[in-house]
């Protein structure tokens, strides 16, 4: 058994490889008491996890893998160190998803929740979310829809913004197509082999 | 609760940006939705990203869509895969699923 060390602040985590019994130990605070979303990629094939005990679940339950992120929703927690244990995995293809962000300048088309449209540049992207600056600020906690203008067609996401300061603001995808985020992978020059 | 007196949003990602347009909710699944339209839609809307939003108890809730027509699809309907069907299954969509399958 391998213990990944990670911070977790709304902020993604790097799992470059795991193995059956892995441990990812790290530090969270929720962003939302209820709406709190931590973004771990991982490789293709593992698709479960188990949170660790001293974590409190709320309303909602979403550990699990889900198009190679993990998300944790709704976490009733406070600033602490946690765990999350990755019990199985169930294939070993030879595919590793790149977590870390990297320096791209997409044109970005925000859907308020009212229907206000507003316009941003992402500065950093990854597979799992981005860091932007928008023209406005954007609703913290409340997932919202968003448009990245990247070749010919739009990559088009739910994403729910984890950190905002100024009008910088920092966001995971909750909900993108599969073939979306592969041409997103391919956009951003990183390797998406399989999966 | 008919599903057609659910106040319902659809968005289009065009290149420019999002279009919003009020929609019919009229079926809904596990897996996905229909909704009826009232503007002609673009050829080139098939198997694109479609933006779902309902309103129930005052909440918006959204779901990432990809329009799948079938073979025979009736006018002025989309036909609304979930992206992320898991997604879907708390706050409004959840509900709303629970309340037309009984």
């Given at each position: 058994?391998?213990?990944?060390?990670?911070?977790?602040?709304?902020?993604?985590?790097?799992?470059?490889?795991?193995?059956?019994?892995?441990?990812?130990?790290?530090?969270?605070?929720?962003?939302?008491?209820?709406?709190?979303?931590?973004?771990?990629?991982?490789?293709?094939?593992?698709?479960?996890?188990?949170?660790?005990?001293?974590?409190?679940?709320?309303?909602?339950?979403?550990?699990?893998?889900?198009?190679?992120?993990?998300?944790?929703?709704?976490?009733?927690?406070?600033?602490?160190?946690?765990?999350?244990?990755?019990?199985?995995?169930?294939?070993?293809?030879?595919?590793?998803?790149?977590?870390?962000?990297?320096?791209?300048?997409?044109?970005?088309?925000?859907?308020?929740?009212?229907?206000?449209?507003?316009?941003?540049?992402?500065?950093?992207?990854?597979?799992?979310?981005?860091?932007?600056?928008?023209?406005?600020?954007?609703?913290?906690?409340?997932?919202?829809?968003?448009?990245?203008?990247?070749?010919?067609?739009?990559?088009?996401?739910?994403?729910?913004?984890?950190?905002?300061?100024?009008?910088?603001?920092?966001?995971?995808?909750?909900?993108?197509?599969?073939?979306?985020?592969?041409?997103?992978?391919?956009?951003?020059?990183?390797?998406?082999i399989g999966g | 609760m008919e599903l057609e007196q659910i106040p319902t949003r659809?968005?289009?990602?065009?290149?420019?940006?999002?279009?919003?347009?009020?929609?019919?909710?009229?079926?809904?699944?596990?897996?996905?939705?229909?909704a009826e339209v009232h503007f002609d839609l673009p050829g080139q809307c098939a198997?694109?990203?479609?933006?779902?939003?309902?309103e129930l108890h005052g909440e918006s809730t959204l779901a990432l869509c990809e329009?799948?027509?079938?073979?025979?699809?009736?006018?002025?309907?989309?036909?609304?895969?979930?992206?992320?069907?898991?997604?879907?299954?708390?706050?409004?969509?959840?509900?709303?699923?629970?309340?037309?399958?009984?």
């Amino acid at each position: 058994m391998t213990t990944q060390a990670a911070t977790w602040t709304g902020i993604q985590i790097s799992i470059a490889s795991v193995r059956s019994g892995d441990e990812v130990l790290g530090t969270g605070r929720s962003v939302e008491p209820t709406a709190l979303v931590i973004a771990a990629e991982a490789p293709a094939g593992v698709d479960s996890f188990r949170i660790g005990d001293n974590l409190r679940v709320g309303w909602a339950d979403h550990s699990r893998w889900q198009h190679g992120v993990a998300m944790l929703i709704g976490l009733d927690l406070v600033a602490g160190n946690y765990t999350m244990s990755i019990p199985s995995v169930t294939a070993a293809p030879e595919v590793r998803r790149e977590a870390s962000r990297i320096e791209a300048f997409f044109a970005i088309r925000a859907l308020s929740p009212d229907g206000t449209v507003v316009n941003g540049r992402s500065f950093e992207v990854s597979i799992g979310g981005f860091s932007a600056r928008f023209s406005e600020r954007l609703p913290e906690g409340t997932p919202f829809a968003v448009s990245l203008e990247i070749g010919d067609a739009p990559v088009a996401a739910v994403v729910s913004i984890i950190r905002q300061s100024d009008r910088y603001a920092h966001a995971t995808f909750l909900q993108i197509r599969d073939d979306d985020r592969e041409r997103l992978a391919l956009a951003l020059g990183l390797r998406a082999i399989g999966g | 609760m008919e599903l057609e007196q659910i106040p319902t949003r659809i968005a289009l990602a065009q290149p420019s940006g999002w279009e919003m347009h009020d929609a019919k909710l009229t079926g809904l699944d596990d897996q996905g939705a229909t909704a009826e339209v009232h503007f002609d839609l673009p050829g080139q809307c098939a198997d694109r990203a479609v933006l779902l939003q309902v309103e129930l108890h005052g909440e918006s809730t959204l779901a990432l869509c990809e329009h799948r027509p079938p073979e025979r699809s009736e006018p002025g309907l989309l036909y609304l895969q979930f992206v992320s069907p898991d997604a879907v299954h708390t706050g409004s969509f959840g509900e709303l699923i629970d309340v037309h399958r009984a």
